[in-house]
């Protein structure tokens, strides 16, 4: 099962073929290949890229392995 990178929750929803939204933090998450973007949405719907808090390695094997099967 996916978890979120920001607070570790399992409760993660698929809102599109490579999006995840964080039901626990709020944040919406884009898979493409081996690279997660991690995104803040804002008050009026725009997304803001958290991506520089975040390491810019590969997805862990965790998410590559089930996460796009939710």
Known sequence: MMR???????DIGKIGS?????WSCFIELTVNGDKMSVFQVEED????????????ESI????QANGLQA
Not at 4 to 10: I, L
């Open 60 to 63: 862990p094997s965790q998410v």
């Open 45 to 56: 719907g725009t997304l803001s890229s958290l991506d520089d808090l975040f390491f810019s």
């Open 18 to 22: 490579h999006q995840f939204y964080c």
């Open 4 to 10: 979120c990178p920001n607070c570790n929750s399992k």
